[in-house]
């Protein structure tokens, strides 16, 4: 497996780590790919209660690397797919776990980082985190289930606010609306994570995959159609002149000049 995600198990946790810290942990096509088999691996191995899902370094996940965007412009609309599937896999995986999947997020939590943190069970989050649905800012659509996931949390006209104008929220903002569940000192995210996945990891395994199951029931019905419908949708703004803009300008550091092309 890449060294770009790491999976460890100890007393039934398998914690997941994003770890390109040099550039916030913001995901390449071979960090994709490792995230789909860090999950597959988690979710099916026996041993495991509970799955934690944390950056390494100082961010989170800040989205997708917009540099291999840039860099692979004229490839998007076909690459896209393969690694929006890739993504969604490992999305699927996490929300057909029998284990309750936890995100621990700190630093910057962007793009698909936020999609991949909507999509876990449970959130804490150190009070300085900041996040943001990046995807507008762009030239794209949502990909990773955050337009399935976000109006379902949120409520629809809060989803397509952040959605919509991707302004950058607080963790007591995203608290208040749903999407996060515990805010706390950053000095004390690891101890805390490490206490509630020792909890789960401690509590009734086949209860809480039947909870899990039948909470999920209830929400993913066409999640998969979805996900597909979302891969297509990035695909086409992938090709679209917006699109090089928005990964050019946000490489030069300047405001994108979209044209809706």
């Given at each position: 497996?890449?060294?770009s995600v790491?999976?460890?198990?100890?007393?039934?946790?398998?914690?997941?780590?994003?770890?390109?810290?040099?550039?916030?942990?913001?995901?390449?096509?071979?960090?994709?790919?490792?995230?789909?088999?860090?999950?597959?691996?988690?979710?099916g191995?026996?041993?495991?209660?509970?799955?934690?899902?944390?950056?390494?370094?100082?961010?989170?996940?800040?989205?997708?690397?917009?540099?291999?965007?840039?860099?692979?412009?004229a490839?998007?609309?076909?690459?896209?797919?393969?690694?929006?599937?890739?993504?969604?896999?490992?999305?699927?995986?996490?929300?057909?776990?029998?284990?309750?999947?936890?995100?621990?997020?700190?630093?910057?939590?962007?793009?698909?980082?936020?999609?991949?943190?909507?999509?876990?069970?449970?959130?804490?989050?150190?009070?300085?985190?900041?996040?943001s649905?990046?995807?507008?800012?762009?030239?794209t659509s949502?990909d990773?289930?955050?337009?399935?996931?976000l109006?379902?949390?949120?409520?629809?006209?809060?989803?397509?606010?952040?959605?919509?104008l991707?302004?950058?929220?607080?963790?007591?903002?995203?608290?208040?609306?749903?999407?996060?569940?515990?805010?706390m000192?950053?000095?004390?995210?690891?101890a805390?994570?490490?206490?509630?996945?020792?909890?789960?990891?401690?509590?009734?395994?086949?209860?809480?995959?039947?909870?899990?199951?039948?909470?999920n029931r209830?929400?993913?019905?066409?999640?998969?159609?979805?996900?597909?419908?979302?891969?297509?949708?990035?695909?086409?703004?992938?090709?679209t002149?917006?699109?090089?803009?928005?990964?050019?300008?946000?490489?030069?550091?300047?405001?994108?000049?979209?044209?809706?092309?």
């Amino acid at each position: 497996m890449s060294n770009s995600v790491l999976h460890a198990v100890i007393d039934g946790v398998a914690t997941i780590t994003f770890n390109r810290p040099a550039v916030m942990n913001a995901l390449d096509a071979d960090m994709i790919r490792a995230f789909r088999a860090a999950c597959e691996r988690a979710v099916g191995d026996p041993a495991v209660r509970v799955i934690v899902l944390r950056g390494a370094g100082p961010a989170f996940v800040a989205g997708g690397d917009v540099a291999m965007f840039r860099d692979k412009v004229a490839e998007m609309a076909s690459l896209v797919p393969e690694l929006a599937a890739e993504l969604h896999h490992g999305i699927l995986a996490l929300r057909r776990a029998p284990q309750p999947v936890i995100a621990a997020v700190h630093g910057a939590v962007a793009g698909a980082g936020f999609s991949i943190m909507v999509a876990c069970d449970l959130v804490l989050a150190a009070a300085s985190t900041q996040f943001s649905l990046a995807y507008s800012r762009i030239g794209t659509s949502p990909d990773g289930g955050a337009t399935w996931f976000l109006p379902r949390l949120t409520g629809y006209h809060k989803a397509m606010e952040l959605m919509l104008l991707a302004d950058t929220g607080d963790a007591e903002t995203l608290q208040r609306l749903g999407v996060v569940n515990w805010v706390m000192a950053a000095d004390v995210l690891a101890a805390e994570t490490e206490k509630l996945a020792r909890r789960l990891a401690a509590g009734p395994a086949r209860a809480y995959a039947e909870t899990k199951a039948l909470a999920n029931r209830a929400l993913n019905e066409g999640l998969a159609a979805h996900l597909d419908a979302e891969a297509l949708a990035f695909a086409r703004c992938a090709a679209t002149a917006d699109f090089a803009e928005g990964v050019t300008a946000f490489a030069d550091k300047r405001k994108p000049l979209f044209k809706g092309t």
